[in-house]
Antibody, heavy 118, light 110 residues
Framework: QLQLQESGPGLVKPSETLSLTCTVSGGSISSSSYYWGWIRQPPGKGLEWIGSIYYSGSTYYNPSLKSRVTISVDTSKNQFSLKLSSVTAADTAVYYC??????????WGQGTLVTVSS | QSALTQPASVSGSPGQSITISCTGTSSDVGSYNLVSWYQQHPGKAPKLMIYEGSKRPSGVSNRFSGSKSGNTASLTISGLQAEDEADYYCCSYAGSSTRVFGGGTKLTVL
């Protein structure tokens, strides 16, 4: 069974770039069966899809975040990554990575809280 | 791309059935049979409960069922149990390779 684990700084300063990595175990990120996605959840609020990537590198982003988001994949490390630039307090959230098939998110990481504060 | 609309809260007594609605538009819920539902307990990651509108992943109780009519998808939980108390989110493919979540519904088991 696939397992996903997010990692990265828990505190980011305003205007800087948030960087997170999701490490996949129990399967290959090069599998043609899955897309790999990022979802976030501000404290006390709902879920927001950030974007998804296929192992080939094809990416799909939430239009509201597209100008600030980059998702990449490193097949040699079985990892995929999220970069969100020019962050503000509104980007404070729990960030989840997840597997995706046909717009459904099957397996989720435990999530990591990223706080944007000086 | 606007969030799908869900009621903020629903409640029911043990053994009863409840239904949570998820209203979108003809550009998302109405156009694709790609609605999924997630259960989230406090402090935990969401768990997939329904996909492609009405299919249950292996291991999910058959007390959970999904349906769709027009631009509105629904999640029904029958035989409510205390452990069903959680937040529930819908998600739909929204065209142009995008996905959109609902605002979430808090289910209280009385």
């Amino acid at each position: 069974q696939l397992q996903l684990q997010e990692s990265g700084p828990g505190l980011v300063k305003p205007s800087e770039t948030l960087s997170l990595t999701c490490t996949v175990s129990g399967g290959s990120i090069s599998s043609s069966s899955y897309y790999w996605g990022w979802i976030r959840q501000p404290p006390g609020k709902g879920l927001e899809w950030i974007g998804s990537i296929y192992y080939s590198g094809s990416t799909y982003y939430n239009p509201s975040l597209k100008s600030r988001v980059t998702i990449s994949v490193d097949t040699s490390k079985n990892q995929f990554s999220l970069k969100l630039s020019s962050v503000t307090a509104a980007d404070t959230a729990v960030y989840y990575c997840a597997t995706e098939r046909a717009a459904r998110f099957d397996y989720w990481g435990q999530g990591t809280l990223v706080t944007v504060s000086s | 791309q606007s969030a799908l609309t869900q009621p903020a809260s629903v409640s029911g007594s043990p053994g009863q059935s409840i239904t949570i609605s998820c209203t979108g538009t003809s550009s998302d819920v109405g156009s694709y049979n790609l609605v999924s539902w997630y259960q989230q307990h406090p402090g935990k990651a969401p768990k997939l409960m329904i996909y492609e509108g009405s299919k249950r992943p292996s291991g999910v109780s058959n007390r959970f069922s999904g349906s769709k009519s027009g631009n509105t998808a629904s999640l029904t939980i029958s035989g409510l149990q205390a452990e069903d108390e959680a937040d529930y989110y819908c998600c739909s493919y929204a065209g142009s390779s995008t996905r959109v979540f609902g605002g979430g519904t808090k289910l209280t088991v009385l």
